[in-house]
């Protein structure tokens, strides 16, 4: 039907040409974007999963960046054990010097240089985190991202604990010393070719401060002889295989007699020996006098209420107050561990004295001791207010007691800084493959994503070409069916 009322085929160009338009629309965002979803509306399943690729690939991202600041911080951490390494080494040189009989310089004078070591060991420990307290003296958690769950998602860096710390007293070394000084236990000489202890044994007791316990205690060391006895240098082996752990060694002085050295805060008994010749008289008891000391005092306990005795403890570290009443000085054992508490941090130790009812207090370093209040002069350590008496270490004993003893801990404490490192350098090498692992998942999301979300810019240009022809064809074909009514015209001219 021809009819000039209702233009059919404009109609039909009509619908056709905004979707060849919207088509070309389209199209051109596409090309101009880059992206194939532009919108919800493009690719709604599409867009949600490129955007769950989208988010990985940032978390990785700021993840990759986590382990780098991670691996940074070894790093440093890594340098200062690697200094305090070198330190330990010339701390064994010192000890090495000093523990030889054909040294003849002043030994005090090593010690000076020995102990300013030690105290540079604890600032660069205090500086790297790795004390007590310490910043990275912890398990360190570094979220890398790309796990199924939060414990996938982050490495674990275990620092943690007093095995992981570098100070002195961690390392076991804090109360070394190479200065002159020693302890001599009994008058036999081991150096005279006699065997020792034939069929028989004989136990030393230690009263010590155990410094990675943080508490006294009580150690016993049984010496045997065998059926034939030992000689004076196998009973020093015996000896040192048990106390070296302990920062106490055995050796001998210049008379040749047993004497036991260390910087450690110590009283030793001898016992009986069980059958031939002992070691030392029994029942001997000395305490170190290697170190700065208040000799073995009696201590009387507190027990009226209200009655106190204040001791003021100082010494290069700083100072500390012990206030010891009925609850703290009840008894030999309480005040011990009050004094203890609060002087641990300064190096000042009390023990068991040379009977169970004396005190004794050492360091390594030179000390005071002040009562500024005594509430009843018969009770506590003193006999009224003042100071107390510190004796300076004797060097009539032995002069490499200390320096022998010294030689042993330091190299536990390389052996346990040789464990920190590999913990740390294995922490490193763990970031260092959480990062290529990261690395890998941002590449292969990354491109997840661009097949999803990116468009295919060859197809595009297709398509933009057709677009253009569809449109242009639209046009014409409108412009052909608008024009179709006027032939009505030419029937009206007749």
Do not use: C, H, W
């Not at 009509?14 to 880059?34: A, D, K, W, Y």
């Amino acid at each position: 039907m021809f009819s000039v009322v209702t233009n059919v085929n404009s109609l039909i160009a009509q619908e056709n040409l905004p979707v060849n338009n919207e088509f070309q629309s389209r199209t051109i965002q596409r090309l101009t974007s880059g992206y194939r979803i532009n919108a919800s509306g493009d690719d709604a399943a599409g867009l949600a999963v490129a955007n769950k690729y989208r988010s990985d690939v940032a978390e990785l991202t700021q993840g990759v960046r986590n382990a780098n600041d991670g691996i940074s911080a070894l790093q440093i951490i890594d340098g200062g054990l690697n200094n305090i390494s070198k330190i330990l080494d010339r701390l064994k040189t010192l000890a090495t010097q000093s523990a030889s009989n054909t040294f003849t310089g002043d030994r005090n004078t090593l010690n000076t240089e020995y102990q300013a070591l030690l105290a540079e060991i604890n600032r660069q420990a205090s500086n790297i985190g790795l004390v007590e307290g310490g910043f990275y003296n912890t398990t360190l958690q570094i979220y890398i991202g790309g796990g199924s769950d939060q414990t996938n998602a982050q490495v674990e860096i275990d620092l943690s604990g007093s095995r992981n710390r570098v100070d002195t007293t961690a390392l076991g070394i804090a109360s070394t010393s190479v200065a002159e000084g020693g302890t001599t236990v009994g008058n036999v000489d081991l150096t005279g070719g006699t065997t020792f202890l034939a069929n028989g044994t004989q136990t030393f007791t230690f009263n010590l401060y155990d410094t990675t316990l943080g508490q006294t205690g009580t150690i016993t060391v049984t010496v045997t002889g065998g059926s034939s006895g030992i000689t004076g240098s196998a009973a020093l082996t015996q000896l040192n295989d048990a106390l070296n752990s302990y920062g106490i060694s055995a050796t001998t002085d210049a008379n040749g007699y047993l004497a036991f050295g260390g910087t450690r805060a110590f009283v030793v008994t001898a016992g009986t020996a069980s059958s031939g010749t002992g070691l030392a008289a029994a029942s001997t008891v000395k305490e170190n006098e290697g170190v700065y000391r208040m000799a073995s005092t009696t201590f009387s306990p507190i027990a009226e209420a209200g009655d106190k005795e204040v001791l003021v403890f100082q010494n290069a570290s700083g100072s500390a107050t012990v206030t010891l009443d009925t609850t703290t000085g009840a008894s030999v054992s309480a005040a011990i561990a009050a004094i203890n508490e609060a002087t641990a941090d300064l190096g000042i130790y009390a023990v068991v004295g040379t009977s169970s009812s004396k005190i004794t207090i050492q360091s390594a370093s030179d000390f005071s001791i002040v009562v500024t209040e005594d509430g009843d002069a018969s009770n506590g350590l003193a006999s009224g207010a003042g100071a107390l008496t510190v004796s300076d270490p004797s060097t009539t004993a032995t002069t490499t007691a200390n320096a022998l003893a010294a030689l042993s801990a330091i190299s536990t404490a390389i052996a346990n800084l040789g464990l920190v490192q590999g913990r740390v350098g294995t922490g490193q090498n763990k970031l260092q493959y959480a990062i290529q692992l990261a690395q890998s998942q941002i590449a292969s999301y990354s491109a997840a994503e661009s097949r999803l979300r990116d468009a295919d810019m060859a197809a595009e240009a297709a398509n933009l070409t057709k677009a253009q022809v569809m449109q242009q064809a639209s046009l014409a074909a409108m412009a052909q069916a608008n024009a179709a009514p006027q032939a009505v015209l030419a029937l009206l001219r007749g």
